[in-house]
C-alpha cells in the first residue's frame, strides 16, 4: 500500500527524539530535554498582539500562499537591509516553516534521479525531503577539523552533470558552525564552472550569531550566483514562533512560481494570523534578539566549558546557532555499570536517556557518527544540572 518514496525515508528523528523524551517526562520520569531545536523563550508579546489584533478584525479568511502583501513587502525590506538583495515581490514566496519552503522547492524543481549535494553534517530533514521528490541526495561528510563546513574541493569532486542543488546551511543545525564570507565565495568560484548547479541557502540561524562574527549569505557575496540561488528563512527559531510555522524563501521567478503552483495544490498558504503576526515580527521592535543572544552566548560558553572537562567527550565552539555538535568517540567502546557495550553514538543517547534523563540527538541522525547534539536553547540551571548528569554518567562507564 505504502509508496517507495514513503518507504525510503525515516520518520524526522529530531521529532521522535523530542517527542519520546516528552512522553517520558509526561509518564513521571525526571529528563531534561535538549533534543528539539527550539527556543525556550515566548513569542514576543507585541508579536502575539499582532496576531489576536488580527483576529479581531476578521483577517481570519483564505491569503495569498505566495505571501499577504504586507508580508511579501516586510520580506523584500528585510533582504535589502539585512543581506543587501534586492528582490521583486514576484521573486519571494513564503510557506508553512522553513521545511516546507524546501519541500516546495525540492518538489518543484527536481526531476528523477536528479542529485542535491548535502554537506554532512546535515539538518536531518535535508535528505528525506530529497527522497521524498524523487531525488538522490549526494551526501558529502565534513570533518571537525574544516569546523564541519564543506571545503571547494570536496564540492568540486561531488558536483556530476546530475547535480541540480547544492544544499548549504550557515549558521549550521546541528553544528552551529557558520562559513565566513571568503569561505563562501571559495565555494562560489567552484559554482562558476558549473552553471546548471542552484544553491539552497538555509539562513533561518542568520541572527543568532556570536563573538563579532558577521553572517554572510552566498547569493550576497558572489552576486554571479543570484540567478541561480533560493535563499530562505524562517521566523521560528530568532522570534520564537516554531509553532506558527513561517518560512520564506526569495530567488529566481521561474522556481518561485513552480513553488506557488505546488504551494498551491497542497497546503494553499500558512494561517493568515500566523502572516499577520510575521509582519509585526520583521517589522517591529528587534531588541528582544539581542538579549536573548545574550542568554544562549552564555549557555554555550556553560555547555561547551562542561563537555570539554567531561573525559571522554569533546566539542568546538560553534559560531552561531543553539547547538552543539560534540565528538563521544572517547566513550565508544566502554562498558555501562549493567555491562553493556557503548558501541555507537546512538548507544551513548540511549545510555544517556536511561542512566540520567538527558535527551539529545546522535550524529549519526545528521551524517555523521562518533557525536552527538545537544540544543542549549533552554534555561542556565537545567544546562548546569544536564552537564553534571552528562558527567556522572561518563564517569560510571569503565
Ligand atoms: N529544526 C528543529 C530541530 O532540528 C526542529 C525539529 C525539526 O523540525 O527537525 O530540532
Same mark, same amino acid.
Given at each position: 500500500?505504502?509508496?517507495?518514496?514513503?518507504?525510503?525515508?525515516?520518520?524526522?528523528?529530531?521529532?521522535?527524539?523530542?517527542?519520546?523524551?516528552?512522553?517520558?517526562?509526561?509518564?513521571?520520569?525526571?529528563?531534561?530535554?535538549?533534543?528539539?531545536?527550539?527556543?525556550?523563550?515566548?513569542?514576543?508579546?507585541?508579536?502575539?498582539?499582532?496576531?489576536?489584533?488580527?483576529?479581531?478584525?476578521?483577517?481570519?479568511?483564505?491569503?495569498?500562499?505566495?505571501?499577504?502583501?504586507?508580508?511579501?513587502?516586510?520580506?523584500?525590506?528585510?533582504?535589502?537591509?539585512?543581506?543587501?538583495?534586492?528582490?521583486?515581490?514576484?521573486?519571494?514566496?513564503?510557506?508553512?516553516?522553513?521545511?516546507?519552503?524546501?519541500?516546495?522547492?525540492?518538489?518543484?524543481?527536481?526531476?528523477?534521479?536528479?542529485?542535491?549535494?548535502?554537506?554532512?553534517?546535515?539538518?536531518?530533514?535535508?535528505?528525506?525531503?530529497?527522497?521524498?521528490?524523487?531525488?538522490?541526495?549526494?551526501?558529502?561528510?565534513?570533518?571537525?577539523?574544516?569546523?564541519?563546513?564543506?571545503?571547494?574541493?570536496?564540492?568540486?569532486? &561531488? $558536483? /556530476? !552533470?546530475?547535480?541540480?542543488?547544492? +544544499?548549504?546551511? =550557515?549558521?549550521?543545525?546541528? *553544528? %552551529?558552525?557558520?562559513?565566513?564570507?571568503?569561505?563562501?565565495?571559495?565555494?562560489?568560484?567552484?559554482?562558476?564552472?558549473?552553471?546548471?548547479?542552484?544553491?539552497?541557502?538555509?539562513?533561518?540561524?542568520?541572527?543568532?550569531?556570536?563573538?563579532?562574527?558577521?553572517?554572510?549569505?552566498?547569493?550576497?557575496?558572489?552576486?554571479?550566483?543570484?540567478?541561480?540561488?533560493?535563499?530562505?528563512?524562517?521566523?521560528?527559531?530568532?522570534?520564537?514562533?516554531?509553532?506558527?510555522?513561517?518560512?520564506?524563501?526569495?530567488?529566481?521567478?521561474?522556481?518561485?512560481?513552480?513553488?506557488?503552483?505546488?504551494?498551491?495544490? &497542497? $497546503? /494553499? !498558504?500558512?494561517?493568515?494570523?500566523? +502572516?499577520?503576526? =510575521?509582519?509585526?515580527?520583521? *517589522? %517591529?521592535?528587534?531588541?528582544?534578539?539581542?538579549?536573548?543572544?545574550?542568554?544562549?552566548?552564555?549557555?554555550?560558553?556553560?555547555?561547551?566549558?562542561?563537555?570539554?572537562?567531561?573525559?571522554?567527550?569533546?566539542?568546538?565552539?560553534?559560531?552561531?546557532?543553539?547547538?552543539?555538535?560534540?565528538?563521544?568517540?572517547?566513550?565508544?567502546?566502554?562498558?555501562?555499570?549493567?555491562?553493556?557495550?557503548?558501541?555507537?553514538?546512538?548507544?551513548?543517547?540511549?545510555?544517556?536517556?536511561?542512566?540520567?534523563?538527558?535527551?539529545?540527538?546522535?550524529?549519526?541522525?545528521?551524517?555523521?557518527?562518533?557525536?552527538?547534539?545537544?540544543?542549549?536553547?533552554?534555561?542556565?540551571?537545567?544546562?548546569?544540572?544536564?552537564?553534571?548528569?552528562?558527567?556522572?554518567?561518563?564517569?560510571?562507564?569503565?
Amino acid at each position: 500500500m505504502i509508496s517507495n518514496r514513503v518507504n525510503s525515508i525515516k520518520p524526522s528523528l529530531t521529532i521522535a527524539s523530542n517527542m519520546k523524551a516528552q512522553e517520558l517526562k509526561r509518564a513521571g520520569r525526571d529528563i531534561i530535554v535538549l533534543a528539539a531545536g527550539e527556543p525556550d523563550f515566548d513569542t514576543p508579546d507585541h508579536i502575539k498582539n499582532a496576531a489576536i489584533k488580527a483576529i479581531n478584525e476578521g483577517f481570519t479568511k483564505y491569503v495569498p500562499g505566495k505571501g499577504t502583501p504586507d508580508l511579501q513587502s516586510a520580506i523584500q525590506k528585510k533582504f535589502k537591509e539585512d543581506n543587501n538583495l534586492e528582490y521583486d515581490l514576484s521573486n519571494i514566496t513564503v510557506g508553512v516553516g522553513g521545511k516546507h519552503i524546501i519541500y516546495n522547492a525540492f518538489s518543484a524543481t527536481i526531476n528523477s534521479g536528479d542529485e542535491v549535494i548535502i554537506p554532512a553534517p546535515y539538518w536531518v530533514s535535508y535528505p528525506d525531503i530529497v527522497l521524498l521528490n524523487s531525488g538522490k541526495p549526494v551526501i558529502v561528510k565534513c570533518g571537525e577539523s574544516s569546523g564541519f563546513k564543506l571545503l571547494p574541493e570536496d564540492l568540486e569532486k &561531488n $558536483v /556530476s !552533470s546530475k547535480t541540480k542543488w547544492l +544544499m548549504l546551511n =550557515s549558521p549550521s543545525n546541528p *553544528t %552551529g558552525s557558520m562559513y565566513t564570507k571568503e569561505e563562501l565565495m571559495a565555494l562560489g568560484e567552484v559554482l562558476k564552472k558549473h552553471d546548471h548547479v542552484y544553491v539552497l541557502s538555509d539562513d533561518i540561524y542568520e541572527k543568532i550569531v556570536y563573538d563579532g562574527n558577521t553572517f554572510h549569505t552566498i547569493a550576497e557575496v558572489c552576486p554571479f550566483l543570484y540567478d541561480r540561488t533560493l535563499t530562505m528563512n524562517g521566523l521560528s527559531k530568532s522570534y520564537c514562533m516554531t509553532g506558527w510555522r513561517v518560512g520564506y524563501a526569495a530567488g529566481p521567478t521561474n522556481v518561485i512560481n513552480a513553488m506557488n503552483k505546488v504551494q498551491s495544490q &497542497n $497546503v /494553499s !498558504s500558512t494561517a493568515s494570523i500566523s +502572516m499577520a503576526a =510575521s509582519v509585526e515580527a520583521l *517589522t %517591529g521592535d528587534q531588541s528582544f534578539i539581542t538579549s536573548h543572544n545574550e542568554s544562549f552566548l552564555r549557555r554555550r560558553d556553560l555547555i561547551v566549558k562542561n563537555l570539554n572537562e567531561t573525559p571522554g567527550l569533546s566539542c568546538r565552539v560553534p559560531e552561531g546557532a543553539f547547538y552543539v555538535f560534540a565528538s563521544c568517540k572517547g566513550v565508544l567502546g566502554k562498558k555501562t555499570e549493567s555491562g553493556k557495550i557503548i558501541e555507537a553514538d546512538g548507544d551513548f543517547m540511549d545510555y544517556l536517556l536511561e542512566e540520567v534523563g538527558v535527551a539529545g540527538v546522535q550524529g549519526s541522525a545528521f551524517g555523521l557518527d562518533g557525536f552527538f547534539r545537544i540544543s542549549y536553547a533552554t534555561s542556565d540551571s537545567i544546562l548546569e544540572d544536564a552537564c553534571q548528569r552528562i558527567k556522572l554518567a561518563c564517569s560510571k562507564l569503565s
